[in-house]
């Protein structure tokens, strides 16, 4: 009876990938295994989806979650049973916080084999416990394809169909054989369809935010997975309001025009009067000025829009919650708005441009250092080029230092549980979903953690240009009150983590390009013509950083 056991498992899988396939994914990101061999050959034997095979499962769930996040569609992710499937979780747990859809489908052993010692099995029932949108396990040896075919439409409907999107994760039990018993099956679909985009409205909030036309209003964006046209609405409020825009480097909103700030979070909270309406869309900020300033900002309003009701703000200041989505919830209500006086958005424009010249003159009397180097890169790379920024310092440096004569760029970042694991694999992901070359702005820790990344670009002949200030540890912890404690905390040995790796050494043994720079104009032309994989390194002097971090901080006072 083998034949019919694995043909079932084919004839399952088959329409599950079908069905998949016309609900809008295109992509399938797998890592190699024997007992999801029923799920990787189907897949690979569907038309219109695209495999691409990593070898480890870390670095293919941040693959996946990259390619999701660039491209706005949802990704499914297959590996065998056992520890391949535990090794998604940190990417699990960055989608479910970022809101990236991930259909993230675990091969599993029979029911007999759990719990009995068998090889390379452990428990997989809801594994990723609620970092997941949805859980549900396939029947073993069902030889029932309209199931599977529910199942393929339920899955990416709960990933991807509503105002919150996020990972789901389908557990695939296999009983042997696993290999095909005869011809693959090919099936149609019969009941997928694309999905479409929601963009939650509610009549009352546009009323609500229309009412605060004429007073004076500042916006914070964090975050944003928007595209051209939303970047434009959101600016376009502004531009009616008359309400200045402080904005993440990730919100995709830098650089469109004189009401989104430059160097805004050196005059935050220094001009001596406080907003009267404080509207908060997109993610938590990234920048601890911006943090402290909307926790401690004393608007009589102080609206939060999240249209995935989380919620998320860590000082709960806002005094109301809004569920609509904030390009369709500003978009319409910018014909209403009646503008605030003229001087309220001159004095934050006249401020943000004296601070931004102010710390220029700094940037100029130093090396390339972190600053400078976010200032070139962002005026070097070629406007196609995306730019993947890590967590810990990179993000906030490009926040801080976007230059005002830079334009528009997209800017990805994993600002869902902000760690550092994963940058340079989620990077290469937007890459291929892009199909476009793309860089990452990483910190020599962040690379270091996520060496699989460069390998897997490698192998991708991907175009991704890594940018690495590499100032030997953890840099962030120097800006920390707890550098002040020195050897009583083990601060070096600990936290710092001094780890001497040659980096280019490290490139050349994955077969990537690598340069150090240690010139602006030498980053410029570095990363001016991106092709293949390039680490580009800049060493920096720590010492010397600090000092212009408070340099820096001196100045715009």
């Known amino acids: 009876m083998t034949g019919p056991v694995a043909d079932a498992a084919y004839r399952a899988t088959a329409r599950f990938w079908a069905e998949m396939a016309a609900c809008g994914v295109t992509d399938v990101v797998i890592s190699p295994g024997s007992r999801s061999t029923p799920l990787a050959v189907a897949a690979r034997n569907q038309e219109g989806l695209r495999v691409t095979v990593q ?21 499914a992710l297959v590996c065998t049973s056992g520890t391949a ?57 069902g030889d029932e394809p309209d199931f599977s075919a529910r199942l393929a439409v339920r899955a990416v409907s709960m990933a991807a169909a509503g105002p919150d999107p996020g990972p789901v994760h389908v557990n695939w039990p296999f009983r042997k054989p696993l290999e095909p018993q005869g011809p693959l099956p090919r099936t149609g679909a019969t009941v997928g369809r694309p999905l479409l985009a929601v963009r939650p409205l509610v009549d009352a909030e546009v009323e609500e935010v229309s009412r605060l036309g004429g007073r004076r209003g500042l916006i914070v964006a964090g ?23 402080v904005a993440d ?8 025009g004189p009401l989104v700030l430059d160097a805004a979070e050196w005059v935050l909270g220094r001009s001596g009067e406080d907003p009267e309406v404080l509207l908060h869309i997109g993610g938590p900020p990234s920048n601890r000025a911006i943090i402290e300033f909307v926790a401690s900002c004393e608007a009589d309003e102080r609206l939060l829009v999240d249209p ?21 919830l500003l978009g319409a209500a910018a014909p209403a708005m009646t503008p605030t006086d003229e001087g309220w958005a001159a004095g934050w424009i006249d401020a943000s441009a004296d601070a931004w010249s102010r710390v220029e003159a700094v940037l100029g009397r130093g090396g390339l250092l972190e600053p400078l180097l976010a200032a070139t890169l962002l005026r070097s790379l070629p406007p196609h080029v995306a730019l993947y920024a890590s967590n810990s310092m990179p993000v906030r440096d490009v926040t801080s230092f976007w230059p005002p004569d830079t334009p528009p760029r997209r800017v990805l970042v994993n600002r869902g549980a902000n760690g550092i694991d994963g940058v ?20 020599d820790v962040a690379v270091l953690h996520d060496i699989g990344g460069l390998l897997a670009a490698a192998r991708a002949g991907a175009d ?44 050349r043994g994955l077969g990537v390009g690598y340069r ?28 010397a950083a600090l000092r212009q971090r408070r340099a820096l901080t001196d100045a715009v006072l």
């Not at 070898?55 to 990704?75: I, N």
């Open 249 to 256: 480097a990730g919100s995709q909103l830098r650089g469109r």
């Open 55 to 75: 070898l480890d499962e870390r670095v293919g769930g941040f693959c996946a979650l990259g390619m999701a996040k660039a491209s706005g569609r949802p990704v």
């Open 464 to 507: 991704l240009t890594v940018v690495v200030p590499n100032n030997d540890g953890g840099g962030i912890f120097s800006l920390l009150p707890l550098a002040d404690a020195g050897g009583e905390v083990y601060f070096q040995e600990l936290f710092h983590t001094p780890h001497g790796v040659a980096l280019g050494d490290l490139a």
């Open 223 to 245: 975050a944003l997975d928007i595209d051209t046209d939303g970047a434009a609405a959101i600016v376009g409020f502004a531009e009616a309001a008359g309400w200045p825009v």
């Open 85 to 141: 499937a535990a090794n998604y979780l940190p990417a699990v747990v960055e989608a479910h916080h970022a809101g990236v859809p991930l259909v993230v489908c675990t091969a599993d052993r029979p029911p007999e084999l759990r719990g009995v010692g068998a090889g390379q099995t452990i428990d997989q029932v809801k594994l990723y416990g609620d970092h997941v949108r949805w859980y549900a396990e396939t029947p073993c040896d």
């Open 308 to 328: 995935r009701r989380r919620w998320e703000e860590p000082s709960l200041g806002w005094t109301q919650a809004m569920a609509s989505d904030p390009v369709a």
């Open 424 to 443: 340079v694999a989620s990077a290469l992901g937007a890459g291929l979903a892009l199909d476009s070359p793309v860089a990452a702005l990483v910190g």
């Open 516 to 543: 150090r720079v240690e010139r602006a104009d030498d980053l410029a032309d570095a990363v001016a013509e991106p092709s293949g994989v390039t680490v580009v390194e800049v060493p920096i002097d720590h010492p």
